[in-house]
């Protein structure tokens, strides 16, 4: 099975890391990754600190592997969770939504590994300047927020710009991907939208449904004119959402209201009609439902494969 620099640095068996999907990446999924030989990661999200002091102890009743908390920055909790994390001494911390300058002093005192999601080379060298373990180079092709480059243009220039490893996101859903960004120069890859399917994922299966029935021109970004775009499934909420986006007559706090709590509803409601469901444009590749331990054992076999018939198309 194809292993990297990264199996050694974060103690796992394959270079997948979880996506820390908010409202989503909760113990149960985050345990099962990890015990499946990946990182898995619980999201913190806007959730509070005793929330994720829960989550972490209850991963580390269902795992003795490796796992990692991912922390939204922006949300008001993040201080609080920051210090959390360091005082429980997590294996991981991923970061996304922010500068994780101000605590990475803090966590690397604490012994964790800090891996920042960005978005651009300048992100990532400032997050080698800030002293991070590695960096997630997350392409416009992912579920949720996202920047402007997609995988296949950023995840080069960032694996040039920086010695740091550099994991792949955006896009990766089989293990075609996988291959694709270990020839990019990545040391492993983050997959999100194909662990939404995971048995052990408690999302609602709505959600469930929707990305096994997705095709590949079913996801739309929205948010670009608030400066934070997020990519999701296509239903009435994202395109009532997309349409006022160009509507000059509603303001942008108007526009920000409107995706209050969206994500929630269709996370943990299934709500067909004002849910968001967030979601990356690989969608159209997953087909079935699996336990974690199948989707990566599948994910891992596809791109040995792949890699193994490498040298025969260059003939």
């Known amino acids: 099975m194809t292993t990297t620099e990264l199996c050694n640095l974060l103690e796992i068996e394959y270079p997948v890391l979880q996506g820390g999907m908010a409202w989503i990446a909760d113990a149960p999924l985050a345990a099962a990754v990890s015990n499946a030989g990946g990182l898995g990661l619980i999201a913190a999200g806007v959730s509070s600190a005793e929330y994720v002091s ?31 994390v360091a005082k429980e001494k997590v294996a991981v911390v991923t970061t996304g939504a922010g500068s994780p300058s101000p605590y990475i002093k803090l966590w690397i005192d604490a012994g964790i590994k800090v891996i920042p999601v960005v978005a651009s080379t300048g992100l990532a060298k400032m ?96 948010g670009k004119r608030l400066g934070h775009p997020i990519r999701s499934l296509k239903t009435p909420f994202s395109r009532e959402l997309y349409s006022k986006e160009y509507d000059s007559n509603i303001s942008n706090q108007e526009l920000e209201a409107l995706g209050k709590g969206a994500l929630k509803l269709a996370a943990e409601e299934g ?12 969608a159209g590749l997953i087909k079935e439902e699996q336990s974690a331990q199948a989707i990566i054992e599948t994910l891992m076999s596809e791109a040995q494969a792949t890699l193994s018939r490498a040298a025969s198309w260059a003939n």
């Open 54 to 84: 829960e989550q972490i102890k209850e991963a580390r009743r269902l795992t003795d592997k490796p796992f990692g908390v991912n922390i939204m920055l922006m949300s008001r909790n993040a201080e609080a969770i920051a210090e959390l």
């Open 127 to 222: 997050a080698q300047r800030w002293g991070a373990t590695a960096v997630i180079a997350e392409g416009s092709e992912s579920g949720g927020h996202i920047g402007e480059t997609s995988t296949m243009a950023l995840v080069p220039q960032v694996c040039d710009a920086i010695s740091l490893p550099v994991i792949a996101a955006g896009g990766i859903a089989d293990g075609r991907g996988i291959a694709a960004a270990l020839m990019l120069g990545a040391a492993g890859v983050q997959v999100g939208t194909r662990f939404l399917v995971a048995h052990e994922c408690s999302v609602h299966q709505n959600y469930k449904d929707k990305i096994i029935k997705a095709k590949d021109i079913d996801t739309v970004a929205t």
């Open 271 to 282: 709500d067909l009609q004002q849910g968001l469901f967030m979601a990356g444009q690989i």
